[in-house]
C-alpha cells in the first residue's frame, strides 16, 4: 500500500491563562497537548483516530490541516509537508472540524459556489458535482434557504459537502457525527464508506467506537497527548469489542485506575 500520511513526532503546548489554569486545577502555565505523536496511513483505507474528550485529537486534526503548527515534529499529507508546504498541503485534503461556523447569511447555493472558486473549479464543473452531492445529502431541497434558518444535521451536511467541493483524495475528519441525530450520523457513515469505495484516504477523529469498528481499517488510540497504540483494527481489537479493548488500555495507561 502507498503510504499517504506520515506523522512524525509531533508535539504541541499551549499557553494557560491563570483562569485557564484555575479550571483545570494546574499550577503550571503550559499544557501539552499532543506529546511526539507518530503514526502513518495509506492509500484507500480509512485511519481512525480514537481517544476521550481532550486526548488531544482535534489538535493532531488541526495541526494535519495546516491550521496551526506543531512546536516540533512534522507530517506529510500526500508527500507534502505540513511545516514547509502548507498551500499544498491544504489543496490536497478535504477538512472537515465541529468547530467550522458557517455564515447565517449565506446560503447553500451561495457557499457551495464560494468554496469551489476558492479552489479554482470551473463553473461547469462544479455545478454538476454540486447537483449530485446536493441529491445525495438533501440539501437541495433547501438550497436558497439561509443558513440562519436550517437544523443544525443539515448545516453539517453542508459543511461536509464544501469541504470536498474539489473532490480530494485525502479527507480529514475531525469528530464528523459528534453531536448529530441518528439520522444524519448515518447518512455521514455511510458516505465515510462510500468515499472508502472509491478508494478515498480518510483520517477520522472521534470518540465513538461504533463509527470506529464500522468504518475504519486501521485504529490509534490517543490518551493524553500520547499515542498508545497504532494497528490493525483487528488485531487492536484481539477478538474483544473496541469498547472492551480500549477500556483495558485505558486501565493500563492510568494505572489501574478505576472507572
Given amino acids: 500500500m502507498n503510504e499517504v500520511l506520515s506523522v512524525s513526532n509531533l508535539k504541541k503546548t499551549f499557553k494557560l491563562s491563570k483562569k485557564q489554569q484555575r479550571i483545570r486545577n494546574l499550577n503550571k502555565p503550559v499544557i501539552t497537548a499532543t506529546d511526539n505523536v507518530s503514526f502513518k496511513s495509506y492509500e484507500g483505507e480509512v485511519f481512525g483516530l ?11 486534526m488541526r495541526m494535519l490541516a495546516t491550521l496551526i ?23 490536497s485534503i478535504g477538512f472537515l472540524t465541529n468547530e467550522l461556523r458557517l455564515d447565517d447569511y449565506f446560503t447553500p447555493n451561495y457557499l ?18 454540486k447537483g449530485m452531492l446536493f441529491k445525495k ?4 431541497k433547501f438550497a436558497e434557504v439561509k443558513v440562519a434558518n436550517l437544523s443544525q444535521g443539515m448545516k453539517q451536511k453542508i459543511s461536509l459537502v464544501i469541504s470536498i467541493v474539489h473532490d480530494p483524495a485525502i479527507i480529514i475528519f ?5 453531536g448529530l441525530d441518528v439520522i444524519t450520523a448515518k447518512v455521514v457513515t455511510d458516505f465515510l464508506l462510500e468515499l472508502k469505495a472509491q478508494g ?18 486501521r485504529i490509534g ?4 497527548g500520547k499515542m498508545i497504540v ?30
Fill in 137 to 140: 445529502f438533501g440539501i437541495d
Fill in 174 to 178: 475531525d469528530e464528523p457525527t459528534n
Fill in 112 to 129: 457551495y459556489g464560494f468554496f469551489s472558486e476558492m479552489h479554482g473549479i470551473p463553473k461547469e464543473k462544479y455545478m454538476e458535482r
Fill in 69 to 91: 503548527k506543531p512546536d516540533s515534529g512534522d507530517a506529510t499529507v500526500g508527500g507534502y509537508s505540513i511545516t514547509k508546504q502548507e498551500q499544498d498541503v491544504r489543496h
Fill in 200 to 217: 478515498k484516504s480518510v483520517i477520522l477523529s472521534t470518540h465513538i467506537f461504533s463509527l470506529i469498528e464500522r468504518v475504519c481499517d
Fill in 50 to 60: 480514537l481517544g476521550p474528550n481532550g486526548a488531544g485529537k482535534t489538535t493532531i
Fill in 230 to 259: 497504532d494497528n490493525t483494527l483487528a488485531k487492536v481489537c484481539n477478538k474483544k469489542t473496541l469498547e472492551d479493548r480500549f477500556f483495558e488500555i485505558f486501565a493500563e495507561v492510568k494505572g489501574g485506575l478505576a472507572l
Fill in 221 to 224: 488510540i490517543i490518551i493524553d
